[in-house]
């Protein structure tokens, strides 16, 4: 049980395209979300909390219309790179949690920017 | 702020010797722990949380407030131990971060046969 699935694993685009991750909760709904972002050799950064109907809180020093997030529903949560360029390579991890349950995560998303 | 240290980056082990991967963490509150793992080529997993003082895969972590550590034990380290792990926290229940995890550098494990 409390498996989430994000798609794609790895997309590889041109500078300038927008890039959808999508983050779905498969078998439970989801009260929060959260994506993280990863750099090679280190630790997972928190960009923002998402939580279903509501607006996505951002950490500081993340670009909120850069990183759009939108928390549609209890099962899905889509991260989109807007207007990305090469500087926003990285793999990008969500996770999803029901109340004060620990977080469930996905396997992640290796997005390279050309 | 909050700040989770894992010293060791690498950490290798025979198979059979006791292992321990060393968290340090930073926080002004009362925190909540957590050791994840990532078995290569799987995704981040939920290994230990403190508040539920269970041992998982003969793993043990205790929370000391005194050394603020949060250090992840085993006595008898397996082969299938290798893997990266995480140490992670959060604010306790109630605070208004809570749920949000802070994490540390991770520690790769190697356990050689």
């Known amino acids: 049980g409390a498996v989430v699935s994000q798609h794609p694993s790895w997309v590889i685009c041109k500078s300038g395209t927008s890039v959808k991750i999508e983050c779905r909760s498969l078998?439970?709904?989801?009260?929060?979300m959260f994506w993280y972002r990863q750099f090679p050799k280190q630790s997972l950064m928190l960009m923002a909390t998402s939580n279903e109907g509501s607006k996505a809180t951002y950490e500081q020093g993340v670009e909120k219309d850069k990183f759009l997030i939108n928390h549609a529903s209890l099962t899905l949560s889509t991260l989109t790179v807007t207007s990305a360029h090469p500087e926003d390579s990285s793999f990008y991890i969500c996770?999803?949690?029901?109340?004060?349950?620990?977080?469930?995560f996905g396997d992640g998303t290796r997005l390279s920017i050309l | 702020a909050q700040r989770v240290t894992q010293p060791e980056k690498l950490l290798s082990v025979f198979k059979g010797a006791p292992v321990e991967l060393k968290c340090n963490y930073s926080?002004?509150?009362?925190?909540?722990l957590f050791w994840y793992v990532q078995y290569s080529r799987q995704r981040l997993q939920l290994l230990l949380r403190?508040?539920s003082r269970e041992s998982i895969k003969g793993f043990t972590a205790d929370l000391n407030k005194g050394e603020t550590s949060f250090h992840l034990k085993k006595p008898f380290a397996q082969e299938e131990d290798s893997a990266m792990y995480y140490c992670?926290?959060?604010?306790?229940?109630?605070?208004?971060?809570?749920?949000?995890?802070?994490f540390g550098q991770g520690t790769i494990l190697t356990v050689h046969p």
């Open positions: 926080y002004s509150g009362s925190p909540e």
């Open positions: 078998d439970f709904q989801a009260t929060t």
């Open positions: 992670a926290l959060t604010a306790n229940a109630g605070g208004t971060s809570y749920g949000k995890l802070t």
């Open positions: 996770s999803a949690t029901v109340g004060n349950q620990p977080q469930h």
């Open positions: 403190h508040i």
